[in-house]
C-alpha cells in the first residue's frame, strides 16, 4: 500500500465528524493498510483516517508492539482517570499532559466486517480515546484545561510548520524514512 500526508491542524477535515463504515471492502482494507503504514512510518502510536483526509470511522493503533485497528468503534470508558502526557501527529513537536479515562473498551468492528472488542489500559486507553477523538472531530487540545488550551494554541500558532495564512491542506514534515513521494 502507501504512505499517505499527514494533515496537520487547521485542516478542516479533522474538525469534521467521520461517517460510520457501511462497506467493509477492498477499499476498506487497503485504507487500514495505509493507515498502519503511515502511521509507523511517522511514527506514531495511532493514526485515524480523516488525518489522512478520509471520513470514515477508522484508526490503527501501535502500543506495546501490537498493531491493530477498529472500525466503527463505540467507548466504554471507566470513571478511573489517569493524567499524563499526549502528543499527536496532525500536530507536530508538542504534547500536553491531557486527563483521560484509565481503562476502555472499545467495541467495534475488523475490517473484515467481523465483531471486535478492544480492551485496554493506560497508553492503549489513551490512544483509543485519542484516536475516536479524531473521529469525531475532535482533537486533544480540545481536552485541556483552559490555561494549557492556551499554551497549546500558542505553541501552535508559534509552531515552524504553522504560518500565518495557513492553506486549507497542510502536509506533515514527520520523516519518510525514505518511503514517501
Sequence with gaps: MSIKDIRLFGDPVLRT???EVVDFDKQLRVLVKDLEDTMLD????????????????VFTY?????????????????????????????IPGLAFDTKRALK????????????????????????????????DGILFVDRLDP????????????????????????ISPHSTFGRAM
Excluded: Y
Design 42 to 57: 511517522a511514527p506514531g502510536a495511532g493514526l485515524a483516517a480523516p488525518q489522512i483526509g478520509v471520513g470514515l470511522r
Design 147 to 170: 490555561a494549557a488550551r492556551r499554551e497549546a494554541m500558542r505553541a501552535i500558532r508559534e509552531a515552524e510548520w504553522f504560518a500565518d495564512n495557513p492553506p486549507e491542506v497542510r
Design 104 to 135: 476502555v473498551v472499545a467495541k467495534g468492528q475488523n475490517m473484515h466486517g467481523e465483531p471486535v472488542v478492544l480492551e485496554g489500559t493506560e497508553l492503549l486507553a489513551r490512544c483509543v480515546q485519542h484516536e475516536t477523538d479524531h473521529l
Design 17 to 19: 465528524a467521520a461517517a
Design 62 to 90: 501501535w502500543v506495546d508492539g501490537v498493531l491493530g485497528h477498529l472500525v466503527n468503534p463505540v467507548l466504554d470508558l471507566s470513571d478511573e482517570e489517569q493524567d499524563g502526557p499526549e502528543g499527536c501527529l496532525s
